[in-house]
């Protein structure tokens, strides 16, 4: 057990010292810092954004034509599961997290996050949960029961992939758990001075919303989950209909937290769209109030809607009806956004660079994702469309065209921030193009292949029902994205080497991280700015001269209070172990679960001895 | 460019969506056989329509915009007019989609209801069981049971019960409403826990799953003769993809023959033939422990009824069989099939036996004897 | 930089916060409302699983009413306790506050012993886990209770071990007060499941 006192200069042996490394190999493992933690997350889902692409690209060459044997049944099971995992877990989710970690604190006017500590754990949890989901593949096998795992499949399944699904996603959602209260806290408390709710950017309030969605969202899958573990590793009857259980119990639990995860999915990626548009329109968002009231709406209404996935489970009219109409009612708010886009658009001085690109090819793909998401409200309509690839394409539409697109836009913008170099455009743009036609070469012609009879997570399907060639067009597209990402990376590759040179505000922004050098310092401002407005990094720069109209402020005058005589220090947080240790412990209890208490015993061990330090070290020194 | 590219792109949007029309695709949404399925086209049809118009005014505008607005090559920067926005536009936007969806709304509740409705009249009832990875048909007023075939009038409404029923995970039986026993009266043979599957044969019907320890029900019918097919959408393990099945639609006429011969008692082979051959190997062999014929005996005088696997009875009758993956009339898959099923079918139930050629090939004769 | 030593174990409460409530209460309360949903899940599940077993023994068969009804009493006690540890602690009365949260430890740890005898008994009559799904619903919702209250004792005995460290005066009180919310929230957690689990009468 932890001793009760720790003096500041560490315990017995120069392993147990506080770390201090602020550069190097050893600074990022340590490291509490938003920035860091960002661009770890970054770094990370879009490792896995790879792997999860050569997944999906293996689907496609397998279905490319009719009962192929590339893959064999087993395998492919294991393939297009770990493909839904591996996307929406170990992608999309923590590639926002890499954007809310970096961009919040910045954005609100604060040096860092509430819990820095706790945010350098939730990035371990979620590293070592994609590490223990994908060490299943060397360990008995990987998942292999949808990403989704209805029971009684997933329970009754005799390897133990589902088991590996169950306890991963279990650390995966104590990090994402943590990190909701973290960012909760930060944007509720932590703002500069001056900044009211409601002249926070779009994307704090996105953010604030996806974190409500998590923490609330959370706890249902948790409990499916240990339900499942337990069915499986214990024998209990959660799902088991001889005993008197319910295999729809899982849907239910499932769902109440898929549906808000979808919301979670999409509105980093819409926050991200709603900061990108004003900028290249030269003007400021249409309807700010509208498009966070949409938002919050969404994050309500996300919590009723959860049936829309089981209408053909047979629960009866009245539910399908009452879902039906919930479900219905969503697309509203839905609509109210994409309008305000339009509405900023309306009018601006217009410039295409590759963040611009990519967010208008968010708003355009998402109609399409969302208008095939209001023929499945039509339920009658759903009981054809639903478990077909015509659902398979209304979700990449929205998660691919949209989260992805959106997240792209926002990897081009804020690139300069972080890394002080503005990444090529005309490379971008190319990686652009190729990626819109790919996309909708690939997932356009599945609403068609869905309609004529193709139904979702099928190894293989037979010659007679005609599918072939629309499947061949799809897998073609596949690879064209393969190429637009390929053409990414190389952009990536050359950026690095070019100096450092990037301005604090390359792109004539409105928020508050332009306002701080390309990178920002590791205190992240100087001087932590006073908010006056809305946009308030817009309106140092330019003054309104009549309503609607402004003019860049004359050089040397920044419009606002002069800055503060005499220096006081800034304490940063200190680096610190504890959080890698505690994520250890996890990480050595879920392999125990699995393969034997002694090694559970010492996970937990390890777990308890990273939580004591954590909590009895200072958070600076 | 953008212009010409986007351009492009759209007509090759609307060829994919053109295509949907034009297919010879047998599993197709799009060409309903029967009053079911025809309510549900009915109704995707017009909302289909209404989502291409939103379609095209949105990302026209989008469009529009774009084009309108950009900063052309030589012009200065500029900062335009920095509006907020518009409380009546937002109003607008908010009350016109909500009508337009309020719309849609109505029909789909009451067609959800419509189909909900059991069917009234001469409605022939069927219980569907769902294995893994095939389909059991048994009509409790007809006395028959059959498999991956589900033989119907034209013009009647089918009534079905859906229920799941497995092999070999557990051996406690499933509590189910429709459980096929014997014709005497007897317990039907264990028949473990189950998965989810789900029932579609999109001509005819919408889907509904079928989940263990629940009865769903489905109600479809066929205006003309013909063969629809259908297959499992709910993903249910290694052989998802091979769960396949028919629905044959008869004239009345044909359909009270089908039903005649099914009735009747399994054809008995010649003597001496390959035939009887394969029937003493299908009574001496594992077949019979899941396998049912009726009017065949085994060895201890038990008539031959296990439904662990498809009831055989009438096999030949059939085009297809394992899921209806494999025709019943190529002898090559017949005996591929008899010598190693998991071969073909990942996870099958059915074990490998260790059949010698000529015990497969007098299987085969005695299975296609089974008219 | 001072010294951290002893109870200092969170974040500062010296800095303003745009919502004027401290960082720490601020998580402390978002995370208990998440971990309502957790329960919420867990007794939603106990409810709608509720006279579907198929073999028994039934809840009506092992629940001794009257013995659950005191170990309950023991828990509400200790919430009573605990308040009186954070009231010591705010005046700074370090002793009085060590006795209290000691109190609280020990009614907490009886109410845990009282389950594990009562479920031991259970077990003796033929319920598990896996014996229906009132075994497997039951114990898993009673289980995460219990290892919620195990946690809370485990923080309350930390707080009292680190008591005897050193300089702890009424900042430190914002630790046992986080503490206290946590313990109060395990409590009336239990006073929902008594309360649907054990008294609401059922069938078999």
Redesign the interface.
């Known amino acids: 057990m932890a001793s009760?006192?720790?003096?500041?200069d560490g315990r017995t042996g120069g392993l147990l010292r506080r770390p201090t490394a602020t550069t190097g190999l050893w600074s990022w493992v340590t490291t509490v810092d938003h920035k860091k933690i960002g661009v770890l997350y970054g770094v990370t889902a879009f490792l896995f954004f790879i792997v999860g692409g050569t997944e999906a690209l293996l689907i496609r060459l397998q279905l490319a034509q009719p009962e192929q044997g590339l893959l064999s049944p087993s395998v492919y099971n294991e393939i297009f599961t770990m493909h839904g995992i591996t996307m929406v877990f170990l992608v999309v989710m923590p590639l926002s997290a890499a954007f809310i970690n970096y961009l919040v604190p910045l954005m609100i006017g604060a040096r860092d996050v509430?819990?820095p500590r706790l945010n350098a754990f939730s990035y371990w949890a979620f590293l070592f949960a994609g590490i223990f989901i994908y060490s299943s593949w060397f360990l008995g096998g990987a998942p292999n029961g949808g990403w989704f795992g209805y029971a009684p499949n997933a329970v009754l399944d005799p390897t133990r992939g589902m088991t590996f699904y169950a306890i991963g996603l279990l650390i995966a959602g104590v990090a994402s758990?943590v990190s909701?209260?973290?960012i909760?806290?930060t944007i509720?408390?932590?703002?500069a001075p001056g900044?009211t709710l409601f002249r926070m950017p779009v994307f704090v309030w996105m953010s604030l919303v996806v974190q409500f969605l998590l923490?609330?969202?959370?706890?249902?899958i948790?409990?499916?989950l240990?339900?499942l573990l337990?069915d499986k590793r214990?024998?209990?009857?959660?799902f088991?209909s001889?005993?008197?259980?319910?295999p729809v119990?899982w849907q239910h639990?499932f769902w109440?937290f898929g549906h808000p995860e979808v919301y979670i999915l999409i509105l980093p990626a819409m926050g991200i769209v709603s900061e990108i548009l004003p900028t290249f329109a030269r003007k400021p968002l249409f309807g700010y109030q509208f498009v966070v009231f949409s938002g919050i709406a969404i994050g309500f209404i996300g919590f009723g809607v959860w049936v829309h996935h089981m209408y053909a489970v047979g629960l009866g009219p009245i539910a399908n009806t009452a879902f039906g109409i919930s479900t219905i009612i969503i697309a509203v708010p839905t609509g109210v956004k994409i309008f305000n886009w339009l509405g900023t658009m309306w009018k601006g001085d217009l410039t295409f660079p590759t963040p611009m690109l990519f967010a208008v090819g968010f708003v355009a793909m998402f109609v399409i994702g969302g208008l095939s998401g209001v023929t499945h409200s039509v339920v009658p309509s759903d009981y054809q469309q639903t478990d077909t690839y015509y659902i398979v394409a209304h979700f990449h539409y929205v998660l691919f065209g949209g989260a992805i697109f959106g997240l792209f836009a926002g990897l081009y913008y804020w690139w300069p921030k972080v890394f002080g170099r503005m990444l090529n455009d005309t490379l971008g743009k190319v990686s652009f193009w190729l990626m819109l036609i790919g996309f909708n070469l690939t997932f356009g012609p599945m609403h068609v292949l869905g309609l004529q009879g193709m139904p979702r997570r099928i190894q293989t399907y037979p010659e007679e029902l005609g599918l072939a060639f629309w499947n061949l067009v799809s897998t073609v597209g596949a690879f064209l994205i393969a190429l637009s990402v390929l053409v990414f990376l190389v952009n990536v590759a050359i950026t690095r080497r070019k100096p450092r040179v990037a301005q604090a505000d390359p792109w004539d922004a409105r928020t508050l991280e332009w306002l701080t050098s390309s990178p920002p310092p590791e205190h992240n401002f100087d001087e932590i700015p006073t908010v006056h407005a809305l946009d308030e990094a817009w309106h140092r720069k330019y003054v309104e001269t009549e309503p609607g109209r402004v003019v860049p402020v004359p050089a040397g005058g920044s419009g606002t209070e002069a800055p503060h005589a005499g220096e006081h220090s800034i304490?940063m947080p200190s680096p610190s172990y504890f959080p890698l240790v505690a994520s250890v412990g996890i990480l050595l209890l879920g392999y125990g679960i699995i393969f034997g208490w002694l090694l559970a015993a010492a996970g937990a061990v390890v777990l308890l001895a990273g939580v004591?330090g954590w909590?009895?070290e200072?958070?600076?020194? | 460019m953008r212009t010409r590219t986007r351009l492009i792109l759209g007509l090759a949007a609307l060829a994919v969506f053109a295509s949907a029309c034009v297919s010879d695709a047998s599993q197709d949404t799009l060409k309903p056989e029967g009053p079911y399925a025809e309510q549900i086209y009915d109704l995707f049809v017009p909302v289909f329509w209404i989502a291409v118009a939103v379609f095209v005014v949105v990302e026209g505008l989008l469009l529009f915009i774009a084009l309108r607005h950009r900063r052309r090559k030589g012009q200065p920067a500029s900062i335009p007019p920095q509006i907020h926005g518009n409380n009546r536009l937002e109003i607008g936007w908010t009350i016109l989609p909500a009508l337009i969806l309020a719309g849609v709304a109505v029909p789909t509740v009451t067609t959800i209801f419509d189909l909900a409705r059991e069917p009234e009249g001469d409605v022939l009832e069927v219980n569907v069981l769902a294995h893994q990875w095939w389909w059991e048909f048994d009509y409790p007023q007809e006395g028959i049971v059959t498999a991956n075939e589900l033989h119907i009038p034209t013009g009647r409404p089918v009534y079905l019960t859906l229920c799941a029923v497995g092999l070999g995970y557990e051996d406690q039986p499933t509590p189910s409403v429709c459980q096929p026993g014997p014709p005497d009266g007897a317990p039907p043979a264990a028949i473990g826990d189950g998965v989810i599957h789900s029932f579609w044969v999109p001509e005819l019907a919408g889907t509904q799953d079928v989940v263990p320890g629940q009865a769903n029900t489905l109600a479809l019918q066929a205006d003309r003769p013909g063969r629809y097919s259908g297959q499992c959408k709910e993903f249910c393990g290694l052989s998802h993809a091979y769960m396949k099945f028919a629905v044959v639609a008869h004239t009345p006429e044909g359909y009270a023959d089908w039903l005649a011969n099914q009735q009747a008692d399994a054809a008995m082979p010649e003597p001496g033939s390959l035939s009887a051959t394969g029937m003493d190997v299908f009574l001496n062999g594992q077949c019979i422990a899941c396998h049912a014929v009726q009017g065949l005996e085994d060895a201890n005088g038990n008539p031959v009824a296990a439904n662990g696997g498809p009831d055989l009875t009438h096999f030949a009758s059939r085009e297809c069989f394992a899921g209806c993956w494999l025709q019943t009339q190529d002898r090559e898959e017949l005996a591929a099939w008899l010598d190693d099923p998991a071969a073909i079918k990942a996870g099958s139930w059915m074990p490998d036996y260790g059949l010698t050629p000529e015990e497969i090939d007098a299987l085969v004769a005695y299975l296609e004897g089974l008219t | 930089?001072q010294?951290?030593?002893?109870i200092?174990?969170y974040?500062?409460e010296h800095e303003a916060?745009?919502?004027g409530?401290p960082?720490t209460k601020?998580?402390m309360w978002?995370?208990l409302?998440?971990?309502v949903?957790?329960f919420?899940?867990?007794i939603t599940?106990y409810v709608?699983?509720r006279g579907?077993?198929?073999?028994g023994p039934y809840p009506n068969d092992v629940f001794d009413i009257p013995y659950t009804s005191v170990s309950s009493f023991v828990l509400l006690a200790s919430s009573l306790t605990m308040v009186l540890a954070l009231a010591a602690i705010q005046r700074g009365d370090l002793g009085r506050m060590r006795l209290w949260l000691l109190a609280t430890a020990l009614l907490g740890m009886t109410f845990v012993g009282g389950q594990v005898y009562e479920f031991t008994t259970f077990y003796e009559e033929g319920l598990s886990?896996?014996t229906?799904?009132f075994g497997?619903?039951f114990y898993?919702l009673t289980g995460f209770h219990g290892a919620h209250v195990t946690i809370g004792i485990l923080m309350l005995l930390?707080l009292f071990?680190?008591s005897?460290?050193?300089k702890v005066g009424q900042k430190d009180a914002m630790s046992v007060e986080l503490v206290g919310l946590y313990w109060h929230f395990v409590d009336i957690v239990w006073i929902v499941i008594f309360t649907v689990v054990y008294l609401i009468p059922t069938g078999p």
């Not at chain 1, 200072?618 to 020194?621: H, I, R």
């Not at chain 3, 010294?3 to 002893?6: L, N, P, R």
């Not at chain 3, 579907?52 to 073999?55: E, F, G, I, L, Y």
């Open positions: 009760v006192s720790v003096p500041a509430a819990f758990t909701a209260i973290n909760a806290v509720l408390n932590m703002r900044m923490a609330f969202s959370l706890p249902i948790t409990v499916a240990f339900q337990f214990f024998g209990t009857h959660f088991d001889v005993a008197g259980g319910d119990l639990l109440l304490h004591y909590a009895l200072p958070s600076a020194e | 930089m010294e951290q030593v002893g200092h174990v974040e500062s916060t745009s919502t409530l960082n601020l998580a978002l995370f409302a998440s971990d949903l957790l919420g899940a867990l599940s709608v699983y579907r077993s198929v073999v886990l896996t229906n799904v497997t619903t898993v930390t071990t680190l005897f460290g050193g």
